[in-house]
């Protein structure tokens, strides 16, 4: 295998795309081969000095022998290596079982080992990535630190990828990674920081508000400027802020009480997760796949990017909490009818997706309001009168859904409508400005 033929020939066929996989198959079953042959001859060969232990410089002989195989596994490493990303996955499958068969008898050092696995540790196929996640455990287990340090996630060029499963479940493709990095609280939040991603179900409150914590720092120092030089990750900011809140069910108060600092008892709590509440970051998608940051500028790619600058303008105004003097049901009903408004700007829904019809929301206008009455426009009439009557008609119950959210429209969810909740101005204004920039222009 060290002949110059033999290493053209198999690095040649690895790396050739166009290779047939047979091929690939072979050259990787005569590595697999070698390496067990050399195992089993190193075992016999290993009893055999033992009996000889005082004629021979066993540590010597084995070293020149491990020596021999670690030489080679060097020279087709990296070509094993990128086998892992074949299409085919009895390619994979063999690539696998050679750098398992090289690490078990520690040929070559892991570091070089540890985005490859990881990578696989993300594959379809249930055995090829249980035995990634494997070697992994060991890597980690022989090398404590090796798998917090590594900068494995790498931009895909070809396409957007997400990192989870469409199972029935929704589990996250790095979820066993995630675990072996949770343990050590100091890797844990060195490791959120870095990524600003979860890649586990979360079981502790801690987690979500630490990094909901860290996404208002990010947002308070860097936001307002960039309100003047727009950028997208910013934007994809709020939208986790948003999710994470919706996911786990935070309040804005309780994301706000939170501190890194206090003792870690106090936010070691079981966390409560909802079901069927998915990550869509729905602008950054669409800035991603369609290339937005190198296409001509055209008139309408004008028109996106200010319909994009007014969605982040008004979202920065208007996610934290309204600073109004309201207290127990009337600010819970104005922080739910601030999330409903800020999820439909940030998400929207999509068809073929829509709530029952007890959950939908309504649509109304308000014409006009002064000191003593209101006067409301709902879809299915107008109405004027005291607040409490005005809105108290079962005509909303016949409201359609509507996609489409006009400027003049506002949204109400149908549990922040009782007989003690207000309409004040300020969350008036508010979603004025939400649907206004929804839609691209200004109230």
């Known amino acids: 295998m060290f002949s110059p033929e033999v290493k053209t020939l198999y690095n040649g066929i690895l ?36 009996k000889l232990s ?17 030489s080679i596994m060097q020279l087709y490493l990296k070509q094993v290596l990128e086998a892992f990303f074949h299409t085919q996955s009895s390619v994979r499958h063999f690539a696998l079982n050679v750098i398992a068969l090289t690490l078990n008898q520690g040929l070559i050092h892991p570091v070089q080992c540890v985005p490859y696995l990881i990578a696989m540790g993300t594959d379809p196929e249930p ?18 630190g090796f798998i917090h340090v590594q900068q494995a996630i790498m931009a895909s060029r070809k396409g957007i990828i997400r990192g989870f499963r469409q199972d029935e479940t929704t589990s996250a493709l790095c979820a066993h990674l995630f675990s072996m990095v949770r343990g050590n609280r100091q890797h844990r939040r060195a490791f959120l920081i870095s990524l600003l991603n979860l890649f586990d179900d979360s079981s502790s409150q801690e ?27 910013i934007l994809l900011l709020l939208v986790l802020k948003q999710h994470l809140k919706n996911l786990y069910n935070f309040s804005d108060s309780k994301i706000q009480k ?32 369609n ?29 934290d909490p309204d600073e109004e003097d309201e207290e127990g049901e009337a600010a819970q009903a104005s922080a739910n009818i601030r999330n409903k408004a800020i999820n439909a700007l940030l998400g929207g829904a999509g068809h073929g997706h829509l709530a029952p019809h007890k959950d939908r929301p309504q649509l109304a206008r308000v014409i006009q309001k002064i000191s003593t009455s209101y006067s409301v426009h709902w879809m299915s009439g107008s109405y004027s009168g005291p607040w409490a009557d005005a809105k108290k008609r079962d005509g909303r119950k016949t409201v359609p859904w509507v996609d489409t959210i006009k400027e003049s429209d506002i949204i109400y969810k149908k549990i922040a409508l009782t007989s003690n909740h207000k309409l004040s101005n300020k969350v ?7 649907y206004a920039a929804k839609e691209g222009t200004s109230s």
């Open 15 to 50: 790396a050739d795309r166009s290779t047939s996989v047979n091929l690939k198959i072979q050259v990787l079953k005569n590595l697999q081969t070698y390496l067990q042959e050399e195992d089993s001859r190193m075992q016999e060969a290993d009893q055999h000095w033992k």
């Open 54 to 70: 005082k004629q021979e410089d066993l540590k010597e002989m084995g070293d020149i022998s491990s020596g021999m195989s670690s």
């Open 127 to 144: 055995s090829m990535r249980n035995k990634a996640d494997q070697q992994l455990v060991e890597i980690d287990k022989k090398y404590t």
């Open 207 to 233: 987690e979500p508000l630490f990094i909901m914590h860290h996404i208002d720092i990010t947002l308070s120092v860097s936001g307002s400027n960039l309100l003047q030089t727009f950028k997208e990750g």
């Open 258 to 289: 939170y501190s890194p600092t206090e003792s870690a008892k106090v936010y070691d709590k079981a966390v409560n997760r909802k079901t069927n509440v998915h990550f869509k970051p729905r602008q950054t998608i669409d800035f991603l796949s």
């Open 291 to 319: 290339n937005w940051a190198n296409v001509v500028l055209t008139h309408d790619i004008k028109k996106r990017i200010v319909k994009q600058y007014l969605d982040f303008k008004t979202l920065m105004e208007h996610l």
């Open 428 to 434: 008036a204004q508010t979603l004025r400005s939400l």
